[in-house]
């Protein structure tokens, strides 16, 4: 079976980029991503291509090499439905908010709302390919919704887990460390669109790097593999406690772990916390799952993650506050860093959020510097929490387009994302803006605490 249209649904951190690279290695393949939202498609169709909605290393060279050739954005879903193939969905699937398994089970709702449209305006046989993180059995879901439409069409559905991280989501697309098909692959229909899949990648990614199982394992495999990841920066963040009152220090407490191989040096960076779409959102489903097939104990191991990440937010403005004489009412703060990583204009989950409102609360004027995200999106994520109205917000946090400025007449300084950019800042210019005594803290370890003591700063890193 060889594929000449794809579709995409959803035009996000996962579709975006992920076609983008499909489409600049298969230019004989036609690339159609189409997503409800029309701000985010006028975005992607921006002909100033540094425009485009996401920022990601790399990706802007992609879409202006690909777009208007074999890459193309529309609102109209319809129709690249009934052109497509293959149909990749890669819709959001947040926590749910409401009802039965609030706070804890991915909504499914976007998903459904997908299914039923391919089921309504396909005419002829389709892969359908779950992009999106999704619950295990989500494709049994998926199938029953698609085979009852009672208009002979024939659906085959793949499970195919996105893997790559955000900030460097292009090198993890051109050289994945593997990809997972999951398919029916018991049936010849079953495997023949499985192959269809695996001769797109193959174009690129070496054959033994390309993993086939059935669709169960596929989909349990990418919320073990996120649940794994986010264990280990909660162990090594766990362990940064035990550090700041034993006087060891976590980063060589990590470098000393990591050389053995069986343990591996990846993933065991101290910081004020894990944040992203993924990692919380996929634990949250594994305890709900487990605990909905009774698994509690199974349950309590995997939740005990993220009360920890949970646990190193919360306890880093406490020491900020605690350290700045138990008070930071009225007091000026610059926090460096809204993005929940570097090198993405993302903040979904991230720990700036949490640490800003906490610092809120105890009634804290907050300037903010973020080199990639824009004040909308502060002020909509402080929104989104509800902890006070959105004129407050707006009242206590300022949004400045330099480090310098946020720094200046602050009391203290908090570096809440790992930006390169911080590193090289003129501390020393910084330093001599800032009330004294004049607190840093750095919740990320990016910057050398000698140097920094040495200006005059009162320095904390956490795990230290
Ligand atoms: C993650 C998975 O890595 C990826 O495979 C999956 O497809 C989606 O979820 P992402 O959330 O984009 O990717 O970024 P990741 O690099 O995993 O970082 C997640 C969070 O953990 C960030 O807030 C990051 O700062 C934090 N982190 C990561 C640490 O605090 N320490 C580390 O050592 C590594
Ligand atoms: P991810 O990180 O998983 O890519 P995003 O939230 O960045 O998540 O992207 C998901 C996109 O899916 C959003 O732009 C949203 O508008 C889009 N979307 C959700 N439901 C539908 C739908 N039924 N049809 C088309 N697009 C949809």
């Known amino acids: 079976m060889k594929i000449k249209n794809i579709c995409c649904i959803g035009a996000g951190y996962v579709g975006g980029p992920t076609m983008a690279v499909i489409a600049q290695k298969c230019p004989e393949i036609k690339v159609t991503v189409v997503d409800i939202n029309e701000n985010r498609i006028k975005k992607w169709n921006d002909p100033d291509v540094e425009k485009i909605p996401i920022y990601e290393p790399g990706l802007s060279d992609i879409v202006k090499e690909t777009r208007g050739k074999n890459l193309f954005f529309s609102t109209d879903v319809d129709q690249a439905i009934e052109k497509a193939d293959m149909i990749f969905i890669s819709v959001n699937t947040p926590t749910k908010t409401y009802g039965i398994g609030k706070g804890m089970a991915a909504d499914l709702k976007y998903i459904e709302l997908c299914a039923r449209q ?22 049994a879901a998926l199938k029953n919704i698609l085979d009852n439409t009672g208009n002979g069409v024939k659906y085959q559905i793949l499970s195919n887990p996105e893997f790559l991280a955000e900030g460097t989501a292009v090198e993890d697309l051109l050289n994945p460390d593997r990809v997972l098909i999951g398919g029916d692959i018991e049936t010849e229909n079953g495997m023949e669109a499985v192959n269809a899949l695996v001769d797109i990648y193959a174009t690129w990614i070496p054959k033994e790097n390309i993993l086939t199982t059935n669709v169960w394992s596929s989909e349990l495999s990418k919320l073990t593999a996120n649940a794994f990841l986010a264990q280990r920066v909660s162990s090594i963040n766990a362990m940064s406690q035990l550090c700041e009152v034993t006087g060891a220090d976590v980063d060589e407490v990590a470098r000393a772990v990591g050389k053995d191989s069986r343990i591996g040096s990846k ?23 487990s605990r909905s097939f009774g698994l509690n104990e199974v349950a309590d191991y995997w939740e005990q993650v993220i009360i920890m990440n949970d646990h190193q937010k919360r306890r880093f403005a406490a020491n900020m506050v605690q350290t700045m004489f138990n008070t930071v009412a009225g007091k000026k703060i610059a926090i460096l860093g809204w993005a929940f990583k570097k090198d993405t204009n993302d903040t979904r989950e991230s720990a700036a959020i949490y640490v800003a409102d906490y610092l809120l609360n105890e009634q804290a004027e907050i300037e903010v510097y973020d080199p990639k995200v824009t004040e909308e999106q502060i002020y909509s994520d402080l929104d989104y929490l509800g902890s006070r109205s959105g004129d407050v917000n707006r009242q206590a946090v300022t949004v400045v387009d330099s480090a310098l400025v946020a720094c200046e007449d602050a009391h203290a300084v908090a570096i809440l994302t790992e930006w390169d950019e911080f590193v090289n800042l003129d501390w020393k210019k910084i330093y001599d803006k800032m009330y004294k005594p004049a607190f840093l803290f750095d919740g990320r370890r990016l910057l050398n605490s000698k140097t920094k003591k040495e200006i005059g700063f009162d320095f904390y890193a956490i795990g230290n």
Do not use: H, M, W
Not at 118 to 139: F, M
Not at 277 to 287: A, G, H, M, T
């Open 118 to 139: 391919i089921a309504r305006v396909a005419k002829d046989d389709k892969i359908v390919i779950e992009k999106s993180t999704l619950p295990v059995r989500t494709a």
């Open 267 to 289: 993933f065991l960076k101290s910081s004020v916390g894990f944040g992203g779409s993924c990692f919380q959102k996929d634990i949250l489903n594994l305890v709900y799952i």
